[in-house]
């Protein structure tokens, strides 16, 4: 009698139960989650700034500073976050997509915007005053973890 054949190497089928076969497959196999990619770029920082500061990017030389949502539409308009802390006329990297730590303790799952009150800071609170900015900068994966969804500022009339 013939050894039964190993079914461990032949194709999936090609259908709709194929292809959940293969879902199935790949979720037993893989050792841990899809790391997200980390997306930034490196510039000189016209101020002190600290790892988790949310950043704008000056307009007349494209330098970064601390970005503030009461001041001027530029200063409300968010470039990235700092990956580090560095000084005045030193190059940061400002992480513009994926997940950025941040120096601060946030709450995990909440909805993180840019502050009017104190620059280069988040806050779970959108501004409320007339002719300052809301503008999202992203959520909170965990208490340390900021995962950016930085949208355009919208001014309050």
Do not use: C, W
């Amino acid at each position: 009698m013939p050894a039964p054949e190993s079914k461990a190497l032949q194709p999936y089928a090609a259908n709709a139960e194929g292809l959940t076969a293969v879902l199935t497959d790949l979720l037993s196999t893989m050792p841990e989650p899809v790391v997200s990619k980390v997306t930034g770029y490196i510039v000189n920082a016209f101020e002190n700034v600290t790892q988790g500061d949310v950043l704008y990017s000056r307009t007349s030389d494209g330098q970064v500073g601390k970005a503030v949502a009461n001041d001027t539409l530029d200063k409300a308009v968010v470039a990235g976050i700092a990956e580090t802390t560095v000084t005045a006329g030193s190059e940061v990297r400002v992480i513009v997509t994926g997940q950025v730590a941040v120096s601060t303790s946030i709450d995990a799952g909440d909805t993180y915007f840019l502050s009017a009150s104190s620059p280069g800071s988040l806050t779970k609170t959108p501004p409320t005053t007339a002719g300052h900015y809301i503008t999202l900068v992203g959520e909170a994966g965990t208490s340390n973890q900021l995962v950016l969804k930085i949208k355009r500022p919208i001014q309050l009339r």
